[in-house]
């Protein structure tokens, strides 16, 4: 009965609803600590990214500018030299001992003017043996001529002649008919007269035959001749003009330059043996940056000033070769050249791009080339750091560069050397040196 009573006990107890089980709330207190783990570490993470990414740097030691609206003008400025506009190297022609000099480098020369003379003992033989057999020649060619004019002239005396017997015959056999008519004179003997007259007919007709003939081969072999003649006198020419060269002559009035010869030296053909230039016809060669390269063509304008008195330059060459960053311009004056210009001197030039335009601009600085104008350490309102910013840049003169997108006007910059600061986003700016 015990039993009984208490398994009736336990069933009632076990089946009211305030004795089911509650289940354990320790997988949703993992879960949860799990999230506010991963939330913590991405928060770390970011945070030592950030850290990573940033750098302290002093205020005192960078240089700052503004950005501003203002006027862009477009120039650049150039440190220009002054150079001969026309110069001429002389080359030895001909090889050769130096046997005299007749000035000295540095000297003024003129047109035409020998400087030196070389002597060349194989040359002179040579040409003198080469004039030797082209005299020769043309004097052989000459004859030929000579025997096809008396050749032309022969047939003109034998047609001459023939024409004579023709005329001769053709009365006397008119003659001889009316006598033969009268009874005066025989048969036989006007048909020897008629005989005679058609045989020199023939002769006559022959002999235009071989006339014309002989004159085609007389044009033909007269043109091959000539020809040969003006090639052979071209030749003497030639080696003449070869003998020549060992004279030494300036090719225009100027100065002669680099002239460091001396008597009893040897030569070879293609030396370098100086050079003569216009000692008053100047022009400026100046190195641009090659940033330029694509925006400088001939015919822009360029000007000086020295003394107080302005010249306008015109740019005349550019050389498309870069070298060490730079490539070369020349500039000719258009009008007047100043007096007192010196080969050798240096002058400051201003080359203008374009014309002066409205523009948002900033300092231009060092930061330029260490960045290539794509992005720029922006300031903060408060001054307190710095941060990187994608910025779009355009033309640049010495002074400013023209912002075209990125920037606000009022905003501030660093302008000084970037390479410090390591690519970092963001500069904590302090006080403190």
Not at 126 to 137: A, C, D, L, N
Request: aromatic share 8%.
């Amino acid at each position: 009965m015990n039993d009984m009573g208490t398994q009736h006990k336990s069933k009632l107890h076990s089946d009211h609803p305030m004795d089911r089980r509650i289940r354990s709330s320790k997988p949703y207190k993992r879960w949860l600590l799990l999230a506010l783990l991963i939330l913590a570490g991405v928060v770390a993470f970011v945070l030592f990214y950030e850290q990573g990414k940033s750098l302290h740097m002093a205020r005192d030691r960078l240089v700052t500018g503004t950005a501003q609206q203002g006027v862009f003008d477009d120039f650049i400025p150039l440190r220009a030299r002054v150079e001969p506009r026309k110069t001429v190297f002389l080359d030895a022609i001909q090889g050769g001992r130096v046997d005299h000099l007749l000035v000295e480098d540095g000297a003024d020369v003129r047109a035409g003017q020998t400087i030196a003379r070389l002597s060349n003992s194989d040359l002179q033989l040579s040409v003198m043996s080469t004039e030797s057999r082209v005299i020769e020649q043309l004097n052989v060619m000459r004859e030929q001529e000579l025997r096809l004019e008396q050749n032309r002239l022969n047939h003109k005396t034998q047609l001459a002649s023939l024409s004579y017997h023709l005329e001769r015959l053709t009365r006397q056999n008119t003659r001889f008919q009316a006598l033969l008519t009268s009874g005066h004179i025989s048969q036989e003997t006007v048909d020897k007269t008629q005989d005679e007259l058609r045989h020199y007919q023939r002769l006559y007709q022959l002999s235009l035959e071989a006339q014309a003939s002989d004159e085609r081969l007389m044009a033909k072999q007269l043109e091959f001749y000539q020809t040969k003649a003006t090639v052979m006198e071209e030749n003497l020419a030639f080696a003449r003009e070869s003998l020549e060269a060992l004279h030494i002559r300036a090719p225009f009035d100027g100065r002669l330059s680099g002239f460091d010869l001396v008597e009893g030296q040897s030569i070879q053909r293609g030396d370098r043996i100086g050079q003569i230039s216009q000692p008053r016809s100047f022009k400026l060669k100046a190195g641009v940056d090659e940033y330029y390269l694509g925006r400088i063509v001939v015919g822009q304008s360029a000007r000086i000033e020295l003394q107080g008195k302005p010249y306008e330059l015109s740019v005349s060459k550019v050389y498309p070769d870069v070298r060490g960053g730079q490539f070369q311009v020349d500039m000719t004056f258009e009008q007047d050249m100043p007096d007192k210009l010196r080969l050798g001197q240096s002058v400051q030039s201003r080359l203008q791009l374009g014309a002066s335009e409205p523009a948002l601009l900033i300092p231009n600085g060092p930061y330029f080339q260490d960045t290539g104008g794509r992005w720029l350490y922006v300031l903060s309102q408060d001054g307190r750091e710095a941060k990187r910013r994608q910025v779009r840049l355009g033309r640049r003169n010495n002074d400013f560069i023209e912002v075209i997108s990125g920037l606000n006007a009022g905003e501030e910059i660093i302008t000084s050397a970037y390479a410090a600061f390591k690519d970092a986003d963001r500069l904590k700016l302090s006080q403190d040196s």
